[in-house]
């Protein structure tokens, strides 16, 4: 009974993820990546820029939930280029 039960909740199938194409801003790289939230989509994705040889990365993730991937990929680049004109480099700190 026990082992079904470790079975059903571990072994579940892997999400392939397909790989995401940046988009350049002002030398950082915006990687769009919304989550999935029932039936919408969360804005939320990676911010990227090289300093001093060492890839940086910032954590986006927002609470603006939308109903297509689609476009929320269009608002994660759309505020992640908000946030770099106004955090610059300091976003990493």
Known sequence: ???KLFKSLFSGAEKTVAP???VEYKGYLIYAE???????YRLAGRICKEIN????THTFIRSDLL??????CQWMVRKA?????????????
């Open 1 to 3: 009974m026990f082992g």
């Open 20 to 22: 995401v194409e940046p």
């Open 34 to 40: 919304p989550m999935e939230e029932g039936s919408q």
């Open 53 to 56: 040889g060492e890839t940086k």
């Open 67 to 72: 109903p297509s991937k689609e476009e929320a």
């Open 81 to 93: 280029e908000l946030f770099i004109d106004q955090s610059g480099d300091s976003m990493f700190k």
